[in-house]
């Protein structure tokens, strides 16, 4: 489903350095999830976000959700190694019925 | 157990063969959630059960897709007479204690499935 566009689709980066990633829906987003997935493994949730100008944080990772709640980014401050992998965003919306939908995901890697 | 469990975490099938992969959710979750993952892709949802009830089946691809949850608990998703392009990795995901449809999910690690 490209309801939920994540921008960009891939991201090198070197350690130490910082990124954002973006998650867009042209849909009011009624919860808002960040989650990180290794290849080959499920997705770890990292953050959930509901109220529009919400911004959480844990550890070196912080997400916002935009006040008309649909838009979030997810920014690492300080990018290791360990941060790679892919971020997925995930929301639910509705249109008559609650939807649940996920982003293509954004490819990390830092470099060392 | 403390996480979502799947099994197995591989299957190769050969084509037009049947398959049935097992989530066991997080105890006490009410919401269960199947999706289908392809390579390179976000999740796609396939289907949402709120204890033994199937509340929506809208994202199965086929009539060949059958997921059931009996008693609330475990859950089966089965694919009937499968296809190459059924290969993929299969997500389950619980939720909720209270089917608060808001609540985070938590997913398993998977069942990568090949037909071949």
């Known amino acids: 489903s490209q309801e939920l566009e994540q921008s960009p689709q891939s991201l090198i980066v070197q350690e130490g350095k910082n990124l954002t990633i973006n998650c867009t829906s042209s849909?009011?987003?009624?919860?808002l999830y960040w989650y990180k997935q290794k290849y080959g493994e499920g997705l770890i949730f990292l953050m959930m976000?509901?109220?529009?100008?919400e911004e959480k944080s844990h550890e070196k990772i912080t997400a916002k959700l935009d006040e008309k709640k649909q838009q979030s980014s997810l920014h690492i401050t300080a990018s290791q190694p360990s941060h790679a992998g892919i971020y997925l965003c995930g929301a639910l919306t509705t249109s008559g019925t609650y939807k649940y939908i996920f982003g293509t995901g954004t490819r990390l890697k830092v470099l060392a | 157990g403390a996480g979502v469990s799947q099994s197995p975490r591989y299957k190769v099938a050969k084509r037009g063969q049947d398959v049935a992969l097992r989530c066991d959710p997080i105890?006490?979750?009410?919401?269960l959630f199947w999706y289908q993952q392809a390579l390179g892709q976000g999740p796609e949802f396939l289907t949402y059960?709120?204890?033994?009830?199937?509340?929506?089946k809208s994202g199965l691809p086929s009539d060949r897709f059958f997921a059931e949850r009996p008693e609330g608990s475990v859950s089966t998703l089965k694919i009937q007479r499968t296809q190459q392009e059924d290969s993929a990795v299969y997500l389950c995901a619980s939720s909720s204690r209270t089917g608060d449809p808001t609540d985070t999910q938590y997913f398993g690690p998977g069942t990568r499935l090949t037909v071949l």
């Open positions: 849909k009011t987003l009624y919860g």
């Open positions: 105890s006490g979750h009410v919401s």
């Open positions: 059960f709120q204890n033994e009830a199937q509340l929506d």
């Open positions: 976000l509901q109220k529009g100008g």
